[in-house]
């Protein structure tokens, strides 16, 4: 289900991207991603906790700056339908 991205992820070596140690099927139906601890936990549980720094100004600025942080990735492969 998730062979092709976990390829390209494991490739990946970025500062802004955990790394990817595998995939599990043993907690549910859905795979599950593993990467290493985090120790402020999950992004959703840090901006939960943190709510009040998360003006929708500063969410903005973040979202910004994704495609900058994309672009500085080497690219792995080109798109292609069909997978």
Do not use: Y
């Not at 140690?21 to 999950?42: A, Q, V, Y």
């Not at 994704?66 to 069909?82: F, K, M, V």
Request: one cysteine or more.
């Amino acid at each position: 289900m998730f062979e092709r991205e976990s390829r390209i992820w494991k490739k990946l070596n970025h500062r802004n991207i955990l790394p990817l140690i595998g995939l599990t099927c043993e907690f549910g139906p859905i795979p599950s991603i593993i990467t290493p601890w985090m120790s402020e936990g999950t992004l959703t549980g840090f901006v939960h906790r943190n709510h009040n720094q998360f003006t929708a100004e500063r969410r903005l600025t973040i979202v910004g700056s994704l495609p900058q942080q994309l672009d500085d990735i080497d690219p792995l492969i080109t798109a292609s339908r069909g997978g």
